[in-house]
């Protein structure tokens, strides 16, 4: 499992943007719908990385404030 620390949030966004599309080649969704998936998967993304920097940012900080 530690060949995919830190990739099954792409891997699963990727699957979503691909399922997103397929629902929209395949006539079963509209494109409206479509754009709103990606741009949810890609909101998740951003948010996972975001949420990642600053949880590594307060441990920094926290160990920085244990060695004073």
Do not use: C
């Amino acid at each position: 499992m530690n060949a995919l620390k830190g990739k099954k949030t792409y891997f699963t966004a990727a699957a979503a943007v691909i399922t997103a599309l397929g629902a929209y080649f395949a006539g079963e969704v509209d494109l409206t719908t479509t754009i709103s998936a990606v741009f949810a998967t890609l909101m998740a993304v951003f948010l996972r990385q975001g949420v990642t920097s600053e949880a590594k940012k307060a441990a920094d900080a926290a160990e920085a404030a244990k060695k004073e």
